[in-house]
């Protein structure tokens, strides 16, 4: 016999299964299968616990690099403020592989797409050492930004104005 009380239990599971599930979607633990990023990738130049960076299948500048977290995220539009520092450590990350190879100040550039120009749908944040190749890419990433990139220190700015008080 089934009593009110198990199926409250019951109930009570589904829902916590429910929302864990959907938040381990929303929050970025989930891996869809079909993920490029989240499986095999190849041309690392570096990685970590937390992220991984390789060089773009199809560069369009002297040094064209992608930094991802490990964790899916789908765009930028996903992100929490709460996800600021780890925005931080990918900007440390490109950086740092961009200077080891030459390119800083007005040589080196990063950001992402801005939804929905994304190309794959697994957040990563371009690092180009430049100049770009050809010419013409350099629409794709402009310096400024625009309708379909962002660099990424007008992310950072736009999330800690979220996060200010
Ligand atoms: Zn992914
Ligand atoms: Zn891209």
Request: glycine share 6%; aromatic share 10%; proline share 7%.
């Amino acid at each position: 016999m089934v009593s009110s009380r198990s199926i409250l239990f019951a109930a009570i599971g589904i829902i916590i299964a429910y929302t864990f599930g959907y938040r381990m979607l929303i929050r970025g633990q989930y891996k869809p299968k079909n993920c490029v990023f989240c499986n095999a990738l190849d041309r690392i130049v570096y990685e970590d616990d937390e992220f991984i960076a390789f060089h773009d299948i199809k560069p369009d500048a002297a040094l064209h690099l992608l930094v991802i977290p490990r964790v899916h995220f789908g765009t930028i539009k996903e992100l929490k403020p709460e996800d600021l520092p780890m925005i931080g450590r990918m900007q440390d990350i490109g950086k740092r592989l961009l200077e080891e190879q030459g390119f800083s100040g007005d040589n080196a550039r990063f950001g992402f797409h801005r939804p929905p120009f994304n190309s794959i749908h697994h957040l990563h944040m371009h690092c180009l050492g430049l100049p770009f190749k050809p010419k013409r890419a350099e629409k794709m990433f402009p310096k400024n930004g625009s309708r379909w990139f962002m660099t990424t220190a007008q992310l950072v700015e736009k999330m800690s104005a979220e996060t200010a008080p």
